[in-house]
């Protein structure tokens, strides 16, 4: 199917052609999360589904914001929004590489012609306790995509383990496509009647959110909403179990929510300089603190497999 | 004799994994095999980034049948001691064998342990290996409980022999044991049997895949040099990256790209650094210009436009990549030129080095001082010394050395000639981080040995300053290696440099001591002004100090913490008193491994440690190696044994008479004839021994006392040095004193051995 398709046009079509794959493969096909991540590991549908017993397969477009990658717009390759592709299925399936290769092919990646590798690439998340084994994945020389065997999830050991595809999509569309500067890039069909790159989309938001986040977002109120956040997180997971109905519903998401806000304020702050090197680290420290402990409360619901429902 | 094939089938391991497994997988199997009972005639290991492969040869098909004799409890021993013996054992009353000895009937159990059949043992003993096996780091996947370096496809075990191959029935984790493997994952994926090792390796050929990695390696080279040798380039020898990049491909397709006429002005060694560290390329040198012009790629597999789609896509990802080097190197350049090596350090000043020992910026200033002392003792002009230690760190500010740490040094060198430095300055940014390791080059130039031995000193005199020695094996801050730099610096030198002195004066330099003493200036001032504020019955308090009464309380907290302040400086202060003979014992230590490296034993070290002047590392290391020298002849073993029965009869003799016998020893009293002629030889060997010592000649001060020789041995087989005259006696005594005195302005001689 996907042979026949050819090469992608556009930004899109890339988008859309890993979105009907992994549909017909048999994921969820999720919508972004509705707040601010640094990639698509922080959605709930990874973090949190990436622990428990019961199976899980969800795809998904995630829009992520590293405010210290900002260039004004100016960069070939760096942006501080941008898109990652995330797949996470539980347990992981054995034929999960032959999946993943299959995705290339749908995009355009013809693994006759191109060297696809996987060297070794372990990663890990201090801000949420989470760490797995796995590859970056080269084509022709070029990393196209994160392949990941979750181990470790907010401190817990993941039982089953689940398997985590990122794609970084300017930069696979970039080279896909053919294009040096991911301005240029055609974002829908360059033959539709209002042809938009990305520049045309995202320049201007390059440049005011690099300004923002470098010279002008208010650091006091940074710190105090991360501070807000953190002790919100903690009320809601302390809070008294049974409210007036006298049902016991633990919070786990909504106090991730707070967790995900303060990773962010974090970033933001990072991005302001005003976070010296020690301090990174017990910042580090206090996220994870909060990933850990919604992580602690989420394997007791029922949708993490416990008993609490 | 069967031969066995084993194959563990896995996802991507990675490259710098599989050495160590392969060898591991050979020695657990193996270890396992002969445990049980089994031999085998050869065994080899190979890997390949989708499996781990081990083939035996020779494997007995089962192992020996066993017998094996306890002794158990007597005959009439209660019924529970048997029950217990039975149980032990596994046998039944009635297959116990009663034999009489000494105190009686007694039971005895006879267990035959028959042989049992090699593809039992090797189930057990692959399953245990697989269970066990040591990886760096492992994984579990999917719902399965099994850890391996990546998921675990399939295993492959299989024995051969007259009859044919079978299987080796083994199940682990839901993954049966079975005949078949498969072949390159694009170019020839399908599963395929196999029923040998020779029909294993000719059908993964076949398959696209070459097993054995140093085929691979082999390979790899030989297409790479060939390549690069047509178009009239040379490959950087790089045995790390060969490995690394035979254990990324099954089925190597070298390619050989240009690089873009816009980067071929970067230093080789970015170029190098580069390629390598992201894109695991190797180098293609124009043997003419020096210049990297050429890289070469390593794909894994054939295509139909003959790579022409690969070459072309990692030339872009290069690009890419030497367009970010390029702009660091361009960038440092502007840098450099309009604010000077100096400017670029700057920042230095916002770097902590240590949270005890301050940022770089003081560690530099610390380094400048003390190569600029060091400078005049290995023939360096002070103010070139100074000004090469102000920039020699200047790069680790850089864009370039911020990308790849590697090239510290290296990119300052480049940069300090840009600034228009002496030549002397630019070397010193490079070498004076060096010897980096035993086997690494050491500076000879003066300027890069003053600075190269200024840092050494003001790492490890930093570290001894706040008591951060190394332990055990921990020596997190690598002053081992410092030392030893230290070490070979002066000595292949020859330099004359007092340690002492520079360690003294580093620990002086140290900031420490400063950093405990701001605060207790400020705490003495603030508590004297309150006490003064607080005699004054009306006062009332400030804004700064609170009310009165928040003041009164105050007090008492500011002293006590004054008190442990105090504490702290007198601790150190206690400490820095014994620092520099701490310090200069670890760098004795470190001699000591040198040297013994060298083939000179610890005593003669020590002889010549405990003679004055050890901290001169040279004149030291000259005394020891013409000590070696003497004891290897026959004359320096022989006087060595003079020497120490001299030794032993005085020591008594002054033992039990209670006094030193030290002086006074006259020719006039000699009785013998072999006693006069000491004394001539004594005074000969006194009149040649002052001058060689004073001018350092060793081996002439040797040549002195080899000639005491033959008269001390005839010596004490003509006389009892203990006569029944007491002035003879005490003459002869005073003789041997002499001879200690004379023999101890060499070397310490009672520290040696035999």
């Keep these: 199917m996907a042979a026949t398709q050819g090469t992608p046009r556009s930004f899109q079509e890339i988008i859309l052609r890993l979105q009907a794959y992994w549909a017909a493969k048999g994921c969820a096909v999720l919508q972004p999360y509705d707040m601010e991540v640094g990639a698509g590991t922080f959605h709930p549908a990874t973090t949190l589904r990436s622990l428990g017993t019961r199976p899980w397969a969800a795809a998904y477009v995630q829009p992520s914001r590293r405010p210290t990658d900002g260039r004004y717009g100016e960069n070939p390759n760096r942006l501080q929004h941008y898109y990652q592709y995330q797949v996470l299925i539980k347990p992981s399936p054995p034929d999960l590489q032959d999946l993943y290769l299959g995705s290339l092919n749908a995009i355009g990646i013809d693994t006759a012609l191109h060297d696809i590798r996987f060297v070794e690439d372990d990663w890990e998340s201090p801000t949420l ?3 797995g084994l796995g590859w970056e994945v080269w084509c022709d020389g070029m990393e196209v995509s994160q392949f990941t065997y979750f181990q470790q999830v907010g401190g817990h050991d993941c039982h089953p383990v689940s398997g985590e595809l990122t794609y970084g999509l300017e930069r696979l569309a970039m080279y896909v496509l053919g294009v040096g500067h991911v301005m240029d890039m055609p974002f829908n069909d360059p033959d539709s009647p209002i042809p938009l790159s990305y520049g045309d989309i995202f320049r201007q938001t390059e440049q005011e959110y690099s300004r923002w986040n470098f010279d002008q977002a208010d650091t006091a109120m940074l710190l105090k909403h991360f501070e807000d956040a953190e002790a919100e997180c903690d009320r809601i997971l302390t809070a008294s179990q049974p409210d007036k109905a006298g049902r016991h519903i633990v919070m786990a998401h909504p106090a991730y929510d707070q967790c995900i806000k303060a990773s962010h304020l974090f970033n933001l702050l990072d991005a302001r300089g005003v976070i010296s090197v020690t301090e990174r680290q017990a910042y580090i420290g206090r996220v994870r603190a909060l990933a850990k402990r919604c992580a602690d409360a989420f394997v007791t619901t029922e949708a993490g497999g416990g008993q609490a429902a | 004799m069967p031969d066995l094939l084993i194959e563990l089938f896995s996802e991507e391991i990675p490259a710098r994994m599989q050495a160590r497994a392969r060898e591991d997988l050979k020695k657990l199997v193996t270890d396992g095999l002969v445990e049980a009972g089994l031999t085998y005639a050869h065994a080899a ?26 002794k158990g409890p007597k005959a009439d021993a209660p019924a529970a001691a048997i029950e217990g013996f039975l149980r032990s054992t596994g046998l039944t009353r009635d297959q116990l064998e009663q034999r009489d000895d000494k105190k009686g009937a007694t039971l005895f159990a006879v267990i035959t342990r028959p042989g049992r059949a090699a593809p039992e043992i090797v189930a057990e003993v692959l399953d245990r290996t697989i269970r066990a096996f040591p990886w760096p780091k492992s994984m579990r996947w999917g719902a399965g409980t099994l850890r391996w370096v990546r998921p675990l496809h399939s295993i492959l075990c299989v024995m051969t022999d007259d009859h044919g191959a079978t299987v080796v029935p083994l199940t682990l984790d ?34 696209k895949v070459i097993l054995d990695p140093a085929e691979r390696e082999a390979a790899i080279w030989h297409d790479a040099t060939t390549m690069a040798f047509a178009q009239g380039g040379e490959v950087v020898d790089d045995k790390g990256l060969l490995a690394e990049v035979a254990g990324l491909v099954e089925w190597p397709v070298v390619l ?7 980067f071929l002005g970067l230093p080789p060694e970015v170029l190098q650094t580069s390629m390598k560290e992201h894109q695991k390329f190797f180098s293609v040198r124009n043997p ?75 560690r530099i200033a610390r380094i400048e001082a003390l190569a600029r002392e060091i400078a005049p003792l290995v023939g360096a002009a002070p103010d070139l010394a100074a000004e090469a230690a102000r920039v020699a760190k200047a790069d680790l500010q850089s864009a370039m050395v911020g990308e790849f740490p590697e090239l510290q040094g290296t990119m300052g060198g480049y940069y300090a000639r840009a600034a228009g430095l002496p030549e002397a300055v630019a070397n010193a940014c490079k070498a004076h981080y060096q010897p980096l390791g035993p086997s690494d080059d050491v500076p000879t130039k003066p300027v890069s040995v003053a600075v190269a031995l200024a840092d050494k000193i003001d790492t490890l005199t930093g570290f001894w300053a706040i008591d951060e020695k190394p332990t055990g094996s921990k020596d997190p801050f690598a002053l081992r290696r410092a030392a030893l730099g230290v070490i070979r610096l002066v000595l292949g030198n020859g330099d004359r440099i007092s340690l002492t002195d520079l360690i003294v004066r580093g620990l002086g330099l140290q900031l420490w001591r400063n950093s405990i003493m701001g605060p207790i200036y400020t705490l003495e001032s603030e508590i004297e002004r309150l006490e003064c504020d607080l005699s004054d019955p009306n006062w009332v308090g400030t804004f700064l100090t609170g009310t009165r009464q928040q003041a009164e309380q105050l007090l008492p907290k500011l ?17 820095l008193v014994v620092a520099p003979t701490d310090l200069l014992a670890f760098l004795h230590d470190r001699l000591k491994v040198h040297l013994r490296d060298q083939g000179i034993r610890h005593d ?57 016998y030290s002086f006074g020893a006259d020719p006039k009293f000699a009785a013998d004839a072999s006693e006069t002629a000491l004394f001539a030889v004594l005074d000969a060997a006194e009149a040649t ?48 004193s002499r001879i200690r005195t004379i023999c101890l302005k060499v070397a310490d001689l009672t520290r040696l051995e035999g």
Aim: charged fraction near 25%; hydrophobic fraction near 45%; include cysteine.
């Design chain 2, 256 to 262: 050989m790209g240009a690089i873009g006429e816009a």
């Design chain 2, 689 to 736: 021994l002052a001058p060689a010592m004073a001018s350092e000649d060793f081996p002439a001060a040797m040549a002195a006392m080899a000639a005491l020789r033959a008269p001390i041995d005839a010596f004490f087989t003509a006389v009892q040095v203990n006569s029944d005259n007491p002035v003879i006696r005490r003459n002869r005594l005073n003789l041997l």
């Design chain 2, 45 to 70: 290991a190979f890997s390949t980034p989708r499996r781990l492969t081990l083939a035996l040869e020779g494997l007995s098909a089962q192992s020996p049948t066993l017998k094996e004799e306890r």
């Design chain 2, 174 to 207: 839901g993954i049966a044991a079975g005949n078949t493997t498969r072949g390159h994952r694009f170019m020839a994926p399908a599963a395929f049997p196999v029923s040998s090792f020779d029909d294993y390796v000719a059908k993964l050929k076949a398959a």
């Design chain 1, 129 to 131: 306790g989470a760490w």
């Design chain 2, 559 to 575: 002293r006590e913490e004054l008190r442990s302040l105090q504490r702290q400086m007198d601790d150190l202060d206690a400490w």
């Design chain 2, 288 to 362: 003419r210009t020096g210049r990297i012009e050429k890289f070469i790629t390593v794909a894994n597999r054939e295509t139909a436009d003959h790579g022409a789609t690969i070459l072309a896509g990692n030339q872009k990802v290069l690009s890419a990549r030497l367009s970010d080097a390029r702009f660091f190197w361009e960038n440092d350049l502007r840098t450099v030129k309009s604010v000077g090596m100096e400017g670029m350090a700057a920042g230095l000043a916002n770097v902590t080095f240590h949270n005890k020992l301050g940022s770089q910026a003081d």
């Design chain 2, 604 to 660: 003669v070290i020590d002889a010549c440690l405990a003679m004055p002047g050890n901290d001169d590392l040279t004149l030291l290391v000259k005394r020891a190696e013409a000590l070696a020298a003497f004891l290897n002849t026959e004359d320096g073993t022989n006087l060595l044994q003079g020497f120490k029965r001299a030794n032993n009869i005085l020591t008594q003799a002054e033992a039990k008479d209670g006094v030193e």
